[in-house]
């Protein structure tokens, strides 16, 4: 079991940035495959990046590659998304989840625990 508590969400400007957290407890944090969901209302949540244990591989969902960047701190329990270039279609709440599995990509099936999800808004 893993508990995922994310954070640094907010109210952004078109073309702003900003970079969540997603602190983890519980078993061994580097024992898990990190990903970001999002979910935008009315809408199903669907992938945003994912990276392996190790940090060494990553993987984004063509809407936001060039623009955010996933990464983790293994020895801080934490994984990251920088957020640069903001659009309003960004708008949503953003979810990190963990995957005991040794890589995940997109699956979202493939993601056991999921954190309660921080509020991003991007306004035009």
Known sequence: QVQLVES????????????????ASGRTFSGYVMGWF???PGREREFVATISRSGGSTYYADS?????????????NTVYLQMNSLKPEDTAVYYCAAAPTSWARSNINAYDYWGQ???????S
């Open 38 to 40: 999002r979910q935008a």
């Open 8 to 23: 640094g969400g907010g109210l952004v400007q078109a073309g702003g940035s900003l970079r969540l957290s997603c602190a």
């Open 117 to 123: 999800g921080t509020q991003v808004t991007v306004s």
């Open 64 to 76: 936001v590659k060039g623009r955010f960047t996933i990464s983790r701190d293994n020895a801080k």
